[in-house]
């Protein structure tokens, strides 16, 4: 059998093998080379984020939703004194130990106190003392009947069930005591913490400052919000989507003017960032011929990765500046809102000292066969209907993949298609 | 075998038989007397709710997380124009349908469009034109080669792949076509919402007010928290964890003074939520001697129940004043928030009209046995250990109840026992 070799062919695999050569070497393409794994971006980042170190005084209304930068001790017992946690009567418990419905106890009322006042004289056998919930139990007390238990007589009560030492009294301190730490510094300041520092007194707190996170809009077509544009621009979207998950993680965004597709115009808002403890620039970051973003974070900043295997949001750049930590997004609106959630978010927590949890998820069935693209992680963007998932992505560029959407699914790196029916996990949007 | 009767008994039955049947007839006790379920509570409530009829402008980035009370319709198509989805080179379709890593098509370069340029010329046969990620795309030119595909030598390209009539090409409207309604009047919205409305320009928003709640703390005892307290004072819990649920559920918190245990300052607090569109009162919700609420709020208002079969939280009463829902939680600091969580949570979602999301989960082993109380359902307040929940419920009274509590777990009314290690759900804290 002849050998048979097409020159013609034999000609364009070496251009071929030369095309690769050249991107790779030159870097004149830009075309990604190393993608990094979701994890190894975070990891890589987060080895470079510095957590907010200011704090400041705050109301205690305000404290909530934000991260304690002090140790809160107790500087006095709660209970202050030995109280009563219900309504009812205080007694010595060895005089109703033989007390049943068919057998009640007869006791004399000798004082009653209010929530307000102190205690007037003690407890003698035979004897109770009227109290109501927090009252300080008097002295020779031990317990404190309910009323629902006893019934009155004029002066005098029928006690229908026995007590035990110490029922319905809480001790001294028992709840916190005086020097007890309740806050830490670093802890998450929610409803319940409010509660706590109420209890000591605490009208103000020192929590860690919000980070700042200046947003770069790139882009010579786009237009500001609220201006008339033109015909061939569009509005900027991202600098509005990234605000809203600025704001729904405890940062401040602080939104740049929307900058040209020019290298020095990119370099001048990125020096703006010293101001900000986070960078987050969206468009130019892909490998077209206006994608300035990579070329100006190599040269002025340290690249930490360029291209990450999730889709949407391929083209995500980690970096450097200034000691200052950037992501470049992509332009397109579902790249750069998945972006959001899968790289701001958790980042932005961390440096704010917030606790890393996750969005809310809901199980459902997806209502349609889905393609996915082996090795890259994809996030598919779906909307529930009657508990089923209903994919929405149209493309990265839509902006009604996200609109429409009421969270996303996560199909991974090693699955190439996801059959209707088969049960999913929806990350909901916040 | 005689008749065998302990006449002291006997009078004994009687007694607390006439003690029953007393409390019933003349309510001298206030003992509770029908408790209904939680849900039963809720639909009474839900019954008599009125949701948030006031509308207001807000800026677009301020919008996040509200109701928009405003159909919004695209008033243009998106895109505008048919653009490119891709960096590459516009081409006729039908050019390239041969092309192949072995055998490259060959097309001459003649223009290129920046993203903010208007086309200069059409696509001819055997033409490309260059385009970025947004480029209006030229006559004659139907679909876009992306630069991967290509190899750019000198004013040609080779292109390395074939493609289809309308590949990488964003048709005009197929995002957004001009007129779809693309918020609705009641949609609550989030970051990707907001991206659609940035999208059309839209910088500002009308949105449902936000509901205020008139938080009364009442209690003779209380001390206001940043005052001085007095050893027989405690201080104001209630009203802080309250306001920062109302906070974190779409209101606004309006904390009146502390209204001492007395019927007429109860009435005048309650006059002032006339202002509001909810009432919250906490403290004096139970039956003794100085708990009141209950009565003024049967005197003056409509109560829909009084006591709901849950643990802790059982004296708390529903009702209707002047029009407006109150919530009178019991005054124990976790039963309050506990509350909270149950009642005024959803509530004031429905009235604010936000989705009626409940709080995040996460499941979790016991780390040891609980006793419930038939009947109720109880919620315990758990910490998360080592993937454990821990429970921390020491007695409704205590702070640290709930303070360090990472959430709760419900045990429903027919379960008496939870045992160590059996799963159980989880419900975070916000």
Chains 1, 2 share one sequence.
């Not at 001294?172 to 005086?178: A, F, N, Q, R, V």
């Amino acid at each position: 059998m002849p050998l048979c070799v097409d020159l013609s062919s034999f000609k364009h695999t070496l251009r071929a093998l030369k095309l690769i050569m050249t991107s790779f070497n030159k870097g004149s393409m830009k075309t990604f080379r190393l993608l990094v794994s979701l994890d190894e971006a975070l990891q890589l980042i987060y080895g470079r984020i510095r957590q907010v170190e200011k704090a400041e005084e705050v109301d205690l209304d305000d404290a909530v939703g934000r991260v304690s930068a002090e140790d809160v001790k107790a500087p006095f017992n709660v209970p202050f004194f030995d109280r009563s946690a219900m309504d009812g009567y205080c007694v010595r418990a060895e005089d109703v130990y033989g007390a049943s419905q068919f057998n009640p106890v007869r006791l004399r009322v000798v004082d009653m106190i209010g929530v307000d006042e102190e205690p007037r004289r003690p407890v003698g056998a035979g004897e109770c003392i009227q109290v109501a919930t927090g009252s300080i139990i008097p002295e020779g007390g031990d317990a404190v009947v309910m009323y629902e238990y006893t019934e009155r007589i004029g002066e005098e009560i029928l006690v229908y069930r026995p007590a035990y030492p110490g029922e319905n009294i809480s001790k001294k301190g028992s709840d916190i005591p005086c020097g007890r730490e309740v806050v830490k510094k670093g802890d998450y300041i929610n409803a319940s913490k409010i509660g706590v520092l109420a209890a000591l007194g605490k009208a103000r707190v020192r929590v860690y400052e919000k980070p700042r996170v200046l947003i770069i809009p790139t882009g010579s077509e786009l237009a500001k919000v609220g201006d008339n544009k033109s015909a061939m621009q569009i509005y900027d979207i991202n600098s509005h989507t990234l605000a809203a998950v600025v704001k729904g993680n405890g940062g401040i965004p602080v939104l740049h003017e929307i900058v040209p597709d020019d290298e020095k115009e990119v370099e001048k808002a990125l020096q703006k960032g010293v101001e900000s403890n986070l960078i987050v620039i969206t468009g130019g970051s892909s490998v077209g011929t206006k994608d300035i973003i990579y070329d100006v974070l190599r040269k002025r900043g340290e690249v930490l990765f360029h291209g990450v295997q999730v889709k949407p949001g391929k083209p995500t750049v980690g970096a450097v500046f200034e000691d200052r930590v950037v992501l470049a997004m992509p332009g397109h609106p579902t790249s750069c809102l998945s972006n959001a959630y899968l790289f701001l978010r958790p980042v932005l927590r961390r440096i704010a000292r917030l606790p890393d949890t996750g969005l809310k998820t809901v199980k459902a069935r997806l209502s349609r066969r889905v393609v996915s693209t082996l090795g890259r992680r994809f996030f598919l963007t779906v909307r529930l209907r009657n508990g089923e998932a209903e994919p929405v992505f149209k493309e990265s560029s839509a902006i009604t993949s996200m609109a429409e959407a009421d969270g996303y699914v996560v199909i991974p790196e090693n699955a190439d298609t996801v059959e209707k029916g088969d049960w999913v996990e929806v990350y909901l949007f916040e």
